[in-house]
């Protein structure tokens, strides 16, 4: 078992930044990460992932060139750095850990286990 706890949510104006944080309760350098994000009434969708040694990124469309993936396997800790935040941005964001991936998963199904959630609101 793995618990992740997500931090670093909460309210920016449109156009600012927010860092956020991942902790895992055990050592997870040989899983893939990911963020997914869950508006109001929306499906939980793929927003970034790494693969266990950081070699390789992926993002969503809608954050491509404004979110930035990275992780400490040493902290056991992943990070969503958000810049340009936009309205359409707001969520819910989660955490996620792959432990049978070998490649970075765009579905909730790939992921075992879940953080449980951190709000991100942005104002226009």
């Known amino acids: 078992q793995v618990q992740l706890v997500e931090s670093g949510g909460g309210l920016v104006q449109a156009g600012g930044s927010l860092r956020l944080s991942c902790a895992a309760s055990?050592?997870?350098?040989?899983?893939?990460m990911g963020w997914f994000r869950q508006a109001l009434g929306k499906e939980r969708e793929f927003v970034a992932g790494?693969?266990?040694?950081?070699?390789?990124?992926y993002y969503s469309d809608s954050v491509k060139g404004r979110f930035t993936i990275s992780r400490d396997n040493a902290k056991n800790t992943v990070y969503l750095e958000m810049n340009s935040l936009k309205p359409e941005d707001t969520a819910v964001y989660y955490c996620?850990?792959?432990?049978?991936?070998?490649?970075?998963?765009?579905?909730?199904?790939?992921?075992?286990?879940w953080g449980q959630g951190t709000q991100v609101t942005v104002s226009s």
């Open positions: 996620a850990a792959g432990v049978q991936l070998t490649r970075i998963g765009v579905t909730t199904s790939e992921y075992e286990y």
């Open positions: 055990r050592r997870t350098s040989i899983y893939t």
């Open positions: 790494i693969t266990w040694n950081g070699g390789r990124t």
